[in-house]
């Protein structure tokens, strides 16, 4: 294995945030560290992408892009270590509330009212932004919280033509276009463009809650819920990948307390049948929520984004516009092959 080598501040360059033990560490912290003791890498929490001496190193799950695998210390294009924070042990609910404050010094929350984006937003104590079509649930859902936190709320209201502009976008920009994932990155990518218009950078976001804590409607007839989950946890990291190449779009990220090595740690090691119970979906997180937030807002029961928002139904309005009456699919495949100077109308 490769050695991991000493770096000097003129040769680093930070993308994202760097936390050690709890302690956030400003980049030329990170690079005299880096300096004095280059294995401390392997200890980094935070969301990061550190490029120095040849070397280069991602964060534990790889929530900020880069061009090694997550967790990954590479150098000169070898492995030389992996990260693997190990702060110490923690309830859910303390967990989740330091991953929110690790990542509240800046930055807006992306608010959509339902007990994910909720909890992050009364703990951050950050701007939100919504977006949807006029009279959209989440928009309308988001200002309840907002104002019940005393929090102020930015709301952009989406046309059928934005979200036309947003497909265009997005289709060429995201790993794998089929109808769900695109239908999430074109609210997204709106989420992303007003965040930029306010001048920030960090989004603070619910992603990752649902396969942690068991939010899809299908786990409620699961017949092998722990399985699901372990499954749909591992595909994490190609939605981190769709979301951060959407937000790329506007120099912008996803920042994703659930994904916080504390958090993840803590909820996993809940049984899966404490998270899917009585009919309800996320009962740990929602209990941990009642701490924070009102019980209304606590288990409150809301449909997905793309749902929420209005998008999907805007983009099924698309698709039968553009003669696909039955296949957004098929639409999504003409907008592909349009990027690539071959449409197709099949």
């Given at each position: 294995m490769e050695s991991i080598r000493p770096g000097t501040a003129g040769e680093c360059t930070l993308t994202g945030w760097v936390e050690l033990d709890g302690e956030l560490l400003f980049p030329g912290a990170v690079f005299a560290l880096l300096g004095r003791d280059p294995s401390a890498v392997?200890?980094?929490?935070?969301?990061?992408l550190i490029r120095?001496?040849?070397?280069?190193?991602?964060d534990h799950f790889g929530i900020i892009p880069g061009p090694c695998p997550p967790g990954a210390v590479l150098c000169d294009g070898k492995a030389a270590g992996e990260v693997v924070p190990d702060p110490p042990a923690c309830d859910l609910a303390a967990a989740i509330e330091e991953a929110v404050?690790?990542?509240s010094g800046e930055g807006i929350v992306a608010l959509s009212g339902g007990v994910?984006?909720?909890l992050v937003a009364a703990l951050a104590g950050l701007p939100c932004l919504a977006v949807g079509?006029?009279?959209a649930h989440d928009t309308e859902r988001a200002a309840r919280?907002?104002?019940?936190?005393?929090?102020?709320l930015d709301i952009l209201a989406i046309t059928p033509r934005m979200v036309e502009e947003a497909l265009h976008a997005v289709v060429p920009a995201i790993p794998d276009t089929n109808p769900v994932n695109v239908s999430i990155a074109a609210t997204l990518y709106w989420v992303a463009a007003r965040a930029a218009d306010l001048g920030h950078t960090r989004i603070l976001t619910g992603q990752g809650a649902d396969e942690l804590f068991g939010g899809y409607a299908r786990y409620l007839e699961s017949a092998d819920l722990a399985a699901d989950l372990d499954r749909d946890f591992a595909g994490l990291a190609l939605q981190a990948a769709r979301d951060q190449a959407v937000a790329k779009l506007h120099r912008?990220?996803?920042s994703m307390p659930y994904l916080d090595i504390r958090v993840v740690r803590a909820a996993r090691a809940l049984p899966a049948g404490e998270k899917v119970r009585g009919g309800m979906?996320?009962?740990p997180l929602r209990r941990a929520a009642e701490g924070v937030l009102p019980r209304e807002y606590a288990w409150y029961d809301k449909k997905a984004m793309q749902y929420g928002s209005g998008v999907w139904k805007v983009i099924r309005t698309l698709a039968r516009e553009n003669g696909y009456k039955k296949s957004v699919q098929g639409y999504i495949n003409q907008i592909v092959g349009e990027h690539h100077g071959n449409p197709d109308r099949n």
């Open positions: 392997t200890r980094f929490g935070g969301e990061f120095w001496n040849g070397c280069t190193a991602r404050r690790l990542r994910d984006s909720a079509v006029p009279g919280v907002a104002a019940e936190l005393g929090l102020p912008t990220y996803f979906r996320k009962v």
